[in-house]
């Protein structure tokens, strides 16, 4: 029932993801995705990612984090206050970034069996602070147009003052791994003889419910089509 | 749009989480839930936790894998091969666990007021492997009933051969936190007053689709209550 237990890319032609010990090494190998084109769909549709930075623990634990994030072409941003533990301790240091999206739990005939159906991509890198004013304008752009479509040009855009608190890292997206597993369950011949026990596939789907309005919103403002048709 | 940037817990009477460095310092400290129900309710609604260990890279960047669990009283198991590099790397090591939910999203009248509702658990500890055949057996079952409640009952439990293959790693849910945001935008008053913009809140709902049989089961099977009532 384990998820990606590790990611391992293998090579896969011109848009095939980095391999590096960091990546390589694992089991259940015929679970990779190793074409760039599988990492962007498992970006585009995930609303969070988990971020890990060593930290400062003395007993050695890693710090993991939920964050939006954005992309553009072959960088991810990640963004959040100046004074946010996880970015300080991230700024500059290498990073583990993971993105998971459970499709299904895969109901087997032996609960060894047991599994989920699932997408995870898997980014290693140096996390860059981003300083120069004009790609932190995109970087934003990018972060709130992946989470909230249609929004940097609906609401009111970041001031100086907004734009100073906010601090802005970038992970490469080169040094990558995607793993997914798919399908019905995949069980020993045994178990399949055995009579009377069901196995299959429950999808787990993610969905938008109604708009909310904000209860200081006038009730003659519609709800645009950026979030209506989401 | 951060989400928890921090995780911060403060005294909160018997059910309290404990207060560690780790867990203590951070941002947006009125988005805490310091009670250990609050705590659960994270764990029993999220299908997946994110296991950050240290590992061994050079580089310094941690391991961070997504993975099933369960839990029994005040501790966390998880799961997967005795080969699993992130098991290997867990077993005996302080590590962090986060758990997330994401609720909604909030278009807010700016920008940078634009967030996300959601609640997220983080566990820190050291992970320790189960090596007495008996909580090794109830933590499967845990992790089984936790993840597609009603199999451990329906499906044939794990023999011997299968348990050995199955390393169990335990965490105590003593050092904890829980972070969580909900409810509309909050927006600067000069922002509210600007005509014309929408502001709310977009849920985001989890749910199950109809179960996809397995094509090798025979017709005749029916759907078992767990699955069909899920």
């Known amino acids: 029932m384990a998820l990606s237990e590790c990611h391992s890319p293998t090579d896969h032609g011109d848009m095939e993801l980095s391999t590096t010990p960091r990546t390589q090494l694992g089991r259940h190998s015929e679970r990779t995705r190793a074409d760039r084109a599988e990492l962007y769909r498992v970006l585009d549709e995930a609303l969070i990612c988990h971020l890990g930075v060593a930290g400062d623990d003395p007993a050695g634990a890693p710090m993991v984090l939920p964050t939006c994030f954005g992309y553009l072409e072959d960088t991810l941003y990640l963004h959040g206050s100046t004074g946010a533990r996880s970015l300080r301790g991230g700024s500059g240091a290498e990073v583990c970034i993971t993105v998971s999206l459970v499709d299904g739990l895969v109901y087997s005939r032996s609960v060894f069996s047991h599994s989920a ?19 932190k304008l995109l970087a934003l752009e990018a972060i709130v147009e992946h989470t909230t479509p249609g929004s940097w040009n609906h609401a009111r855009r970041p001031n100086r003052k907004e734009l100073a608190a906010t601090a802005v890292l970038a992970v490469r997206l080169t040094e990558a791994s995607v793993k997914a597993r798919g399908g019905p369950p995949v069980d020993q011949d045994t178990d399949v003889a055995t009579a009377g026990v069901w196995a299959g596939v ?26 209506r048709d989401r």
Chains 1, 2 share one sequence.
Do not use: M, Q
């Open 117 to 135: 159906n699932f997408r995870s991509a898997v980014i290693y890198g140096a996390a860059r602070p981003v300083t120069d004013p004009e790609e």
């Open 202 to 227: 429950l999808p787990v789907n993610t969905s938008y419910g109604p708009p909310r309005p904000c209860p200081l919103l006038p009730a003659d403002v519609p709800v645009p089509a950026h979030v």
